[in-house]
């Protein structure tokens, strides 16, 4: 691995477990290299604002609850093979830090993870993946995801962002109104119509087909999560039933966080041909 510049300190909160800590004028955050995943930011003079369960366990082929797992090359389950992991290979393999600087606003990471004997045993495609994240009064973070084959392969995958909010009865979610959506709650499959404001109820897990910002109000407090190379919008919170199954997360901090993921979902998938490459990008933005 590169050495960082001075704002990012390399720490080992569990065995063989690399999470690179940010501490920078512009925000601060932690960066695990498991996932290429953003566990925590927090911009200067603002509160968090990713939930990251405090009992998330921090293991290799373990996801990390919270942040912004990297779910690809394919969400949610396998298309034709439930017994492929959930979610695709991205979010519980190591990655490859291979550049970080500080470039005095933000500070920029490169992680890259390429087909391998693992890799192929789950997914047989010849690829090259680089996730490039930069932190500062904003965050943004790029799945780029290379073709380095002879065949053409499809993909899903979600940038599965998890926000924090104070009371997730307070939370509306805008920029959805009047849109076609899936929802998959408690196993269902019901089509429906936004009709105004989300607000969280119970249960959500509902895919909207949208190429639009999403903003989050909780409060006096708005977050905006723009998209790039995305055709859905994923809205999530596993209410208080499913909640309290999770063994990763306190029972109540349902009411802590919604998920408002930038994604192309089943149904909107990407043809990657031979050489070519598809970004699917998120950027968090407050106010």
Same mark, same amino acid.
């Given at each position: 691995?590169?050495?960082?510049?001075?704002?990012?300190?390399?720490?080992?909160?569990?065995?063989?477990?690399?999470?690179?800590?940010?501490?920078?004028?512009?925000?601060?955050?932690?960066?695990?290299?498991?996932?290429?995943?953003?566990?925590?930011?927090?911009?200067?003079?603002?509160?968090?604002?990713?939930?990251?369960?405090?009992?998330?366990?921090?293991?290799?082929?373990?996801?990390?609850?919270?942040?912004?797992?990297?779910?690809?090359?394919?969400?949610?389950?396998?298309?034709?093979?439930?017994?492929?992991?959930?979610?695709?290979?991205?979010?519980?393999?190591?990655?490859?830090?291979?550049?970080?600087?500080?470039?005095?606003?933000?500070?920029?990471?490169?992680?890259?993870?390429?087909?391998?004997?693992?890799?192929?045993?789950?997914?047989?495609?010849?690829?090259?993946?680089?996730?490039?994240?930069?932190?500062?009064?904003?965050?943004?973070?790029?799945?780029?995801? $290379?073709?380095?084959? !002879? *065949?053409?392969?499809?993909?899903? /995958?979600?940038?599965?962002?998890?926000?924090?909010? &104070?009371?997730? %009865?307070?939370?509306?979610?805008?920029?959805?109104?009047?849109?076609?959506?899936?929802?998959?709650?408690?196993?269902?499959?019901?089509?429906?119509?936004?009709?105004?404001?989300?607000?969280?109820?119970?249960?959500?897990?509902?895919?909207?087909?949208?190429?639009?910002?999403?903003?989050?109000?909780?409060?006096?407090?708005?977050?905006?999560?723009?998209? $790039?190379?995305?055709? !859905? *919008?994923?809205?999530?919170?596993? /209410?208080?039933?499913?909640?309290?199954?999770?063994? &990763?997360?306190? %029972?109540?901090?349902?009411?802590?966080?919604?998920?408002?993921?930038?994604?192309?979902?089943?149904?909107?998938?990407?043809?990657?041909?031979?050489?070519?490459?598809?970004?699917?990008?998120?950027?968090?933005?407050?106010?």
């Amino acid at each position: 691995m590169i050495a960082p510049p001075a704002c990012i300190r390399l720490t080992y909160p569990a065995t063989d477990y690399p999470v690179l800590e940010i501490d920078h004028p512009s925000c601060r955050a932690r960066v695990a290299l498991h996932g290429a995943h953003v566990m925590e930011w927090q911009p200067a003079g603002h509160a968090p604002v990713l939930y990251c369960s405090p009992e998330t366990v921090l293991r290799e082929g373990k996801a990390i609850r919270g942040g912004i797992p990297i779910c690809w090359p394919w969400f949610n389950a396998h298309p034709t093979d439930p017994s492929k992991p959930a979610h695709g290979i991205a979010r519980t393999r190591f990655w490859e830090l291979t550049d970080s600087q500080d470039g005095g606003e933000s500070v920029e990471l490169r992680f890259e993870l390429r087909s391998d004997e693992k890799a192929r045993a789950i997914w047989d495609q010849e690829f090259h993946a680089i996730v490039e994240i930069r932190l500062g009064a904003e965050l943004q973070v790029s799945l780029i995801s $290379h073709n380095t084959g !002879s *065949t053409a392969f499809r993909e899903t /995958g979600a940038l599965h962002t998890y926000l924090a909010v &104070d009371d997730i %009865a307070n939370v509306k979610v805008a920029g959805l109104e009047g849109l076609a959506f899936v929802e998959t709650a408690g196993g269902k499959r019901e089509n429906g119509m936004q009709e105004g404001e989300v607000r969280i109820e119970g249960e959500v897990d509902r895919i909207y087909a949208s190429t639009s910002t999403a903003t989050l109000r909780n409060g006096a407090r708005t977050i905006r999560v723009h998209k $790039h190379g995305s055709a !859905s *919008t994923i809205v999530w919170n596993p /209410g208080p039933e499913k909640a309290a199954k999770l063994g &990763d997360m306190p %029972a109540e901090d349902f009411r802590r966080f919604v998920c408002v993921e930038t994604a192309n979902a089943p149904g909107a998938e990407i043809t990657v041909a031979p050489g070519e490459r598809h970004v699917l990008r998120t950027r968090i933005a407050l106010g």
